[in-house]
């Protein structure tokens, strides 16, 4: 293969940089005082106050370019300039690839492929870091569960007190699943067949200042974006689904962690989430609303969505072992710094605005 033209590497390269996850990222970086390019499509609604926010913020450090993850000529060009590479962008929502499965598969394992071939081309490889999602496991097949109260637990004790681990065996359900499992084994063999600094991190539910989230995507903030606004929530199965939600802060931390160490974590994947002590059944997360910002939800309910999974939570031994990771934001406060930057000038405009 013949290596790419020489560029000098001037910047982090963060794809998806104006969602939710890469916009935190993206300022936890300039705020360090690197250049951060931003790859990004603006396609999903708030990201371009998102990238306006940034730049307003941190000026000259924020690059962005507005193009598909599947332009490869684009790719290309940014992985030239790139000192370490966050790969967040992806097409998010199960039920968007359920509707149109070739277009989910072109941005999120077609995508995810061409820039692990731009990072193949060149000599000096950069640190790759690359967003799964707990996804991958699927059904969680060969595990049963029970509900106990407002939640669904699992029936073996040990697997409740301490969540998934790595071990757990893939199981791809949806569109949406397969497309991320494929990227997701793509960057562990590119980094095994090719030697790629890279690692993968298999998210749980991930929640903080910057998300606009939606029925089909970020479902905490959009929980709250409801219940203050006044508006029914719709929930999508008995409401007894577990999660453990993790405050953005604390992922960003993750990243930055394996990036200071991917010679010693490459070709490997972690499951990353709030952990036992963060899980919260959608009920429970509910009931918490009154007493945080005293207002209570209205709710409907509706049938299950495929590949739901009644119980997730994720197992972070292996990530607390090999990067030194702990998750520091607890429920009450994530959900609280949510609700306060919801209803801040900031958050929305218009089109997305709540009622405070």
């Not at 699927?138 to 071990?167: C, M, Q, T, W």
């Not at 292996?318 to 801040?344: F, H, N, Q, Y």
Request: hydrophobic share 45%; aromatic share 8%.
């Amino acid at each position: 293969m013949t290596a790419a033209p020489s560029t000098v590497p001037d910047c982090v390269l963060v794809t998806g940089g104006a969602g939710f996850i890469g916009c935190n990222l993206a300022h936890r970086l300039a705020t360090q005082g690197r250049r951060v390019l931003i790859l990004d499509n603006l396609s999903r609604a708030g990201v371009e106050q998102n990238l306006a926010w940034l730049q307003a913020t941190h000026g000259e450090r924020i690059e962005a370019v507005v193009a598909d993850l599947r332009d490869r000529a684009v790719v290309e060009a940014c992985v030239a300039r790139a000192q370490a590479i966050f790969h967040l962008a992806a097409q998010v929502a199960v039920t968007t690839s359920l509707d149109d499965p070739l277009a989910d598969f072109a941005v999120n394992a077609g995508g995810t492929l061409g820039l692990l071939e731009a990072v193949r081309a060149r000599a000096d490889r950069p640190p790759l870091i690359f967003t799964s999602t707990n996804k991958v496991y699927g059904k969680l097949p060969g595990i049963s569960f029970v509900a106990d109260g407002e939640r669904y637990v699992p029936r073996a004790s040990l697997l409740a007190a301490r969540g998934v681990n790595e071990g757990q065996p893939l199981d791809f359900v949806s569109p949406y699943g397969c497309s991320k499992g494929a990227a997701d084994q793509y960057v562990l063999d590119y980094a095994r067949t090719f030697g790629l600094p890279a690692a993968v991190f298999r998210m749980s539910c991930i929640y903080g200042p910057h998300q606009f989230g939606t029925e089909d995507q970020g479902w905490v903030a959009h929980f709250l974006k409801r219940v203050l606004a006044g508006e029914p929530i719709t929930l999508y199965g008995d409401g007894r689904q577990v999660r453990d939600v993790l405050f953005v802060e604390d992922l960003v931390d993750a990243f930055l962690l394996a990036e200071e160490r991917i010679d010693a974590v490459r070709g490997e994947a972690f499951n990353i989430g709030g952990g036992p002590a963060n899980a919260t059944s959608l009920h429970e997360l509910l009931d918490r609303m009154p007493r945080l910002i005293g207002r209570k939800a209205v709710l409907r309910y509706d049938e299950w969505r495929p590949g739901d999974q009644p119980w997730y939570v994720s197992d972070t031994q292996r990530c607390t072992a090999r990067i030194g990771w702990r998750p520091r934001v607890g429920i009450d406060e994530g959900l609280t710094r949510l609700a306060r930057w919801l209803g801040s000038a900031e958050a929305a405009p218009a089109a997305h605005r709540i009622a405070s």
